[in-house]
């Protein structure tokens, strides 16, 4: 991949992702409230996974539909890595999936493009980027 004018292997490399924003749906698919009593919004939460493990968390303020995460997670990919994105309300007891984004495998292609957002046809969102750690810096 190439950044300003110098180009180098895609793979082994540090990235960051960033989650500029997410939104849940009104109710779970089922049309039941996500959260008991009252029914309240959820607590929107981010997992990143890498080839199966739980590599990162970001957590949002709580009681919202949309969210945004402040802080970035970094991590080294390697060619043919799988990253999912996995979106969360956070509960007491066990966390409830709302959607996911996947990536199997994240491709240089999909990096160079830099973005890394999908989307459901429940209307769940994630958007999201990745870059090189360290920008320009390189
Ligand atoms: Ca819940
Ligand atoms: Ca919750």
């Known amino acids: 991949m190439c950044i300003d004018d110098r180009c180098e292997d895609a793979f082994p490399r540090f990235y ?6 997410v939104t849940i749906p009104q109710g779970k698919l089922d049309g039941s409230c996500w959260d008991e009593p009252s029914c309240g919004a959820p607590d929107p939460e981010i ?5 199966g493990d739980t590599v990162g968390e970001l957590e949002a ?3 919202m539909f949309t969210a945004s995460f402040a802080d970035a997670i970094e991590l080294q990919l390697i060619a043919g890595s799988r990253l999912r994105l996995q979106l969360e309300d956070e ?18 292609e999909r990096i160079r493009d830099g973005d890394l957002s999908c989307i459901s046809d429940s209307g769940a969102s994630i958007e ?3 870059s090189v750690r360290g920008g320009s810096d390189l």
């Open 16 to 21: 960051q992702i960033e989650i500029s924003s």
């Open 47 to 51: 997992e990143i996974q890498l080839n």
């Open 128 to 130: 999201a980027i990745i």
């Open 91 to 108: 509960d007491t007891v066990r966390d409830e999936e709302v959607f996911a984004c996947n990536f199997d495998p994240l491709t240089a």
């Open 61 to 63: 303020s709580d009681d």
